[in-house]
């Protein structure tokens, strides 16, 4: 079975700072990487993912995440936040891009403060 | 536009009744996915189904049942035998793309 970890479950940070994210999964197979955002009350939104290809990936609202295999990372980095980032983020892990399940992190609550 | 309609809202229950959480998507999406998500547990699979009549249980699917007779549907039933059934609950479909998310509906006993 798959599982990933967050390992930050808050993260204040101020606003126009840099922030990362932290994600690790375990998997002996090749795995799909996802980022997801949360805001209060809503569904998940797709921030960015990693199927294939370049291990440096660009998502919306200016994130960025890198892929490590060796150390089964996933890590999610914005260079300046702002404060329409707060939010709940969640790392999620599949074995296919189709018919399987994901494997949700328990998220990270990130605060930008003013 | 394309999406998945979760309804309703907001819902209340007393002890001991069953409700029906509603999930349709227009999205032509094979597989859907129910999700409960409690504070500081992330997102817990309730069931899903890769294809219409067809559909497994997840890791905490006592007290739920679900249906799948229509390609666009996946209603979801919280039942008396789930004793602590106040949560947010998601409903997914997926593709190639990953997951697409539902607004959520959040079910609160009284």
């Known amino acids: 079975a798959q599982s990933v970890t967050q390992l930050d479950s808050q993260v204040p940070v101020f606003e126009e700072a840099p922030v990362e994210l932290r994600c690790n999964y375990s998997s002996s197979v090749s795995v799909y990487l996802f980022w997801y955002v949360q805001y209060p009350n809503q569904g998940l939104q797709l921030l960015l993912k990693y199927l294939s290809g370049s291990t440096l990936v660009k998502g919306i609202n200016g994130f960025e995440a890198e892929f490590n295999k060796s150390q089964t990372s996933f890590h999610l980095r914005k260079p300046s936040v702002h404060i329409s980032d707060t939010a709940e983020y969640f790392c999620?892990?599949?074995?296919?891009?189709?018919?399987?399940?994901?494997?949700f992190g328990t998220g990270t609550s990130l605060t930008v403060i003013p | 536009d394309g999406g998945i309609t979760q309804s309703p809202k907001y819902l209340f229950r007393k002890e001991g009744q069953n409700v029906t959480l509603s999930c349709e998507q227009n999205?032509?999406?094979?597989?859907m996915y129910w999700y409960r998500q409690d504070p500081g547990q992330g997102l817990r699979l309730i069931y899903y189904s890769q294809i219409v009549n067809d559909f497994q249980k997840g890791d905490i699917a006592e007290g739920y049942s679900v249906s799948r007779e229509k390609k666009e549907s996946f209603p979801l039933t919280v039942t008396s035998a789930q004793k602590n059934p106040t949560a947010f609950y998601l409903c997914a479909t997926e593709d190639w793309n990953g997951y697409t998310f539902g607004s959520g509906t959040r079910l609160t006993v009284v």
């Open positions: 999205l032509n999406h094979d597989a």
């Open positions: 999620a892990v599949s074995v296919s891009n189709t018919g399987n399940q994901f494997y």
